[in-house]
């Protein structure tokens, strides 16, 4: 758990409420210097050093007078090996370290916040741990500072300051928070500064996820019947209703939903602490929340708090393909099915007087097939804990034949012996068309579709010539087609 510094003041514009009891608003800035492939993150002039900036440096440990961006320290002896701060980020996320000039009150950080309003309660805080793993070093101490954004700049609280300590066990991510209200609508300007001068002595620190947040009134949200999650299916729009805490200090509300970007949007019309709604037939996942301020601050968010978000994830009805026809070849190489769906809760059958022990596995999306007779293999779906409605059933042929068997001789004299030209297995495919020419083209023989006959050696009653034949076999299956030639022999 993280350590949490709160300054308390005793003057009228600074919040002194325990944080526990208060909500922020949305971060009016938040620098969690993003994310990369590469060790070293890029550049960002002027960024660090206010007044005298620091110099980019893409060296794991940057040398005095310098900065670096970087997703780990695990390059560095002297460092506590560490990721980022920032939840979700990974392997990836960057986090700033500065090396301090050997002089005091070095700045590490400075932003301009814009968009505040007098009066408003802010929380300015930032995530720092203290890295060097050598024990005897001098502890930094840090300053969070809040000036306004004139010339000269005018100091709105005290500086907390506060020490970032060595640890014996490893990287320690500290938590320190300070409170502000700017005395008038407009900008501030956020600093994190080095108290303790730098240099080879002194403990280094990272530094990552620095928010400015409104800061004011916990106020909650839940459905009725409690909890800030439902599911429902996209077959069936549901009705919900939901109740945010009631604002004081004559605070007013608004409901908004979340867009597919991040953005927040107001929705109309929605001013009360009760708002009931619709669900939606499109499958996704819909955000809700209420934000909370004053009457004359609450259409900016950066004077607004915000309650927990609410959930309604619509699951999308349960689909099953089983695939394009496919051709198998009896006793060949099995074919593989080409089912999918978007439901972990499937299984095959076969229809009506086939085998289903000719599947490979009938629990798997794509099973092989080897069937002895032509076959449909049917594939069922129903819904699991990502899908919905009804169950939904797709089906697919398999089409069986035989290896085709065609002589290269036959001798049509009659004898009874190898009289005439049979294709063997023609008849196990469904459509065949067998043509034969001779050697100027002329089709002497022609046979389509089912039960497909031999040729006898005849063109138009007449036996034909003893010579070589040249056939086309097209099996209207999977594309196949045959060509070759046949020798009559008399």
Known sequence: MYKRYILTLIVVFVAVKAFAQNGLGDPVIYRNFISGNSLHGAEIPGFVGGTAP????????????????????????????????????????????????????????????????????????????NISRNPGAV???????????????VQIVPDLAIPINYSATGAVWANPIMNFSPMANGSVIV??????????????????????????????????????????????????????????????????????????????????????????????????????????????????????????????????????QKFYLRGGTPVMLQGSSNSGSFFWTVESGADISSLSSSTELTPFASPNQTTVYVLHASGDANTCGPDIISKVTVAVADDIMLPNTFTPNGDGINDKWVIGGINSYQNPLV????????????????????????????????????????????????????????
């Open 191 to 324: 600093s994190i500064i080095s108290e303790t001068p730098g240099g080879a002595s002194t403990d280094d620190l990272a530094i990552d996820d620095i928010t400015v947040n409104a800061e004011g009134q916990k106020i909650d949200a839940a459905f009725d019947n409690g909890g800030d999650y439902r599911p429902v299916c996209a077959d069936s729009p549901t009705s919900f209703s939901a109740t945010a805490t009631t604002p004081t200090s004559g605070n007013v509300i608004k409901w908004q939903r979340k867009l597919d970007d991040g953005a927040w949007v107001d929705i109309p019309g929605e001013t009360s602490t009760k708002i009931t709604f619709l669900s939606a037939t499109v499958p996704g996942t819909y955000r809700y929340r209420a934000a909370s301020a004053s009457p004359d601050k609450i259409a900016k968010f950066s004077c607004s708090v915000v309650t927990n978000e609410l959930t309604v994830w619509v699951k999308p009805l349960v689909t099953a393909s089983a695939g394009s």
């Open 139 to 153: 502890t930094p101490r840090i300053r969070l500072r809040v000036e306004t954004n004139t010339t000269p700049r």
């Open 54 to 129: 620091y110099s980019f440096s893409t060296a794991d440990m940057p040398p005095e007078g310098s900065y670096t961006l970087i997703n780990n320290t695990n390059t560095v002896s002297a460092w506590w090996p560490t990721l980022d701060h920032t939840p979700g980020d990974g392997n990836n996320g960057y986090m700033l370290i500065v090396k301090t000039r050997s002089v005091g009150f070095q700045v590490l950080f400075e932003q301009g916040v814009d968009n505040l309003c007098a009066g408003t309660n802010y929380e300015f805080g930032a995530f720092i741990a």
């Open 435 to 490: 043509q034969v020419y001779d050697r100027n083209g002329q089709l002497v023989y022609r046979s389509a579709g089912a039960n497909t006959s031999a040729w006898d050696g005849t063109y138009k009653g007449k036996n034909v010539p003893t010579g070589n034949y040249y056939y086309i076999v097209d099996l209207n299956t999977n594309g196949i087609k045959l060509t070759g030639s046949v020798t009559v022999l008399r």
